[in-house]
């Protein structure tokens, strides 16, 4: 592995670690301050209230419990192997990390609790969380840095 692929590794592990500590803690504040189904005003439409989502994004699979625990682990599969095929291309560790410190945040809730605890209230979207954020950039991340990288590839002399 050169220097620049481990530093990456390096950089998106840590990455991770500080999302997965930044989603517990905002979960167990949320957790220790607001009551289930209190609705708390912050500014404008933007507001706490405390939910436990039993499914994915938005309710969808509810109730999944054990495979939807694999499926996460599958998916954090697939991350790590994209990730590995070129773990110095330029962004890929924040993107990477983003995204395994959201899934690893969000199963932690699951495995302790069989739950994901929602705060974040900013409709049009339904209770969300620092994982879920976490998770939406580091898609977005991912999707850029492969759109930029194909509109870079030069192309080839028989115009493909």
């Not at 419990?65 to 560790?93: E, H, N, Q």
């Not at 690893?104 to 705060?119: H, P, Q, Y």
């Not at 954020?133 to 030069?154: C, H, K, M, N, Q």
């Amino acid at each position: 592995m050169t220097a620049r692929a481990a530093r990456a590794w390096c950089l998106a592990g840590a990455l991770c670690g500080f999302v997965v500590i930044a989603d517990q803690a905002t979960k167990a504040i949320a957790e220790s301050r607001i009551v289930p189904g209190e609705d708390i005003d912050v500014l404008g439409p933007f507001g706490f209230t405390l939910t436990h989502n039993e499914g994915v994004s938005w309710g969808l699979a509810s109730g999944a419990g054990a495979p939807l625990i694999l499926v996460t682990l599958a998916a954090l599969g697939v991350v790590a192997y994209i990730f590995s095929r070129d773990p110095a291309r330029k962004g890929m560790w924040v993107a990477v990390g983003m995204v395994a410190g959201g899934a690893l945040g969000n199963l932690a809730d699951r495995v302790r609790v069989g739950a994901v605890t929602d705060f974040v209230v900013l409709p049009p979207w339904p209770p969300f969380n620092v994982a879920d954020v976490s998770i939406t950039f580091g898609v977005a991340a991912l999707v850029l840095i492969y759109l930029l990288d194909v509109r870079r590839e030069p192309e080839r002399a028989d115009g493909t």
